[in-house]
Structure formats: C-alpha cells, structure tokens
C-alpha cells in the first residue's frame, strides 16, 4: 500500500513541477499546482499523520507507540515504517512545491526570465531549502542594484 501512495504522490508532484517549470503561467495553471498539487499532497499528508499518530495505520514510535519529535532517536523510530518514510516524504513534495509556486509567482511579478527561474525551480525541486536560498539570494542582489536581470 505505502508503495503505491508514494508512486502518486511522487508522479503527482513531478507532474506539477514539469507544469510549473516549463508551461505558461495562466491562472488555471497556477491554481492548479496550488489546489491539485499543493492540496492534494497536504490532504495526504494530513491524512497519514494523523493515521499514524492513532496507530490507525502502521503505527510509528517508540515504546508504547508514542511519537517523539524530541531527540533523533524519536524521529528515526517514525521512520522506521514505510508509512513514516512516506507520510514525511509527502511533507517534503508539499512544501517543495509550496515554495517553487511562491518562487515562481514572485519571479514573474519582479519581471526575472523564465529562464534564471528555471534552475532555481529545479533546485527548489531537487534540494527545496537549497532552490528557496538561491532564489533569496537572487532576489535580493536584484533589489540592492535596483534594476532587471533577465
């Protein structure tokens, strides 16, 4: 089971990514990636967590079943199960791709090129919290010169 939800949670947000990454931003794109994409993988995660911090699936945790997030030895006990790998997986793809539409909706209204996004996109895809300091780190030496970079 976990096999399969982590196939459509990857397929789903690499298809967003493709779209974000290569397509038009129209409106309907843009609400796609964040209602479809964004929604959907929050709906999961949402759904996972709770679901393993119930014990109504896979349960994760240590003794007694409780869940800490405290020490690293909590944290690698959720995971130790699949569905711990996958729920946090899907936390990973959410906000990856939370922070690639926020990047692109900003990179478009500071009017950068589509293609100084896209290897930033592709680093926020690849490496989320790299792809964000690039894209900050870009957009701030913009706003320090005060001019375009395209």
């Known amino acids: 089971m976990w096999d399969t939800v982590f196939g459509i949670?990857?397929?789903l947000a690499i298809v967003m990514w493709i779209g974000l990454i290569v397509l038009p931003r129209w409106p309907a794109l843009l609400a796609g990636v964040l209602y479809l994409g964004v929604g959907l993988l929050c709906l999961?995660?949402?759904?996972?967590?709770?679901?393993?911090?119930?014990?109504?699936?896979?349960?994760?945790?240590?003794?007694?079943?409780?869940v800490d997030f405290t020490s690293i030895s909590g944290v690698q006990s959720i995971?130790?199960?699949?569905?711990g790998t996958t729920i946090a997986w899907i936390h990973y793809l959410a906000f990856d791709l939370f922070v690639g539409l926020w990047i692109a909706r900003d990179a478009d209204a500071k009017e950068f090129s589509r293609f100084v996004q896209a290897p930033i996109l592709l680093a926020?895809?690849?490496?989320?919290?790299?792809?964000?300091?690039?894209?900050?780190?870009?957009?701030?030496?913009?706003a320090r010169q005060g001019g375009r970079w395209q």
């Open 44 to 66: 999961a995660y949402a759904t996972g967590i709770i679901g393993l911090m119930t014990g109504a699936f896979d349960p994760v945790g240590g003794a007694g079943g409780v």
């Open 124 to 142: 926020t895809f690849m490496a989320g919290p790299l792809g964000l300091l690039v894209w900050l780190i870009v957009r701030e030496r913009r």
């Open 9 to 11: 949670a990857n397929g």
């Open 79 to 83: 995971f130790a199960s699949d569905g």
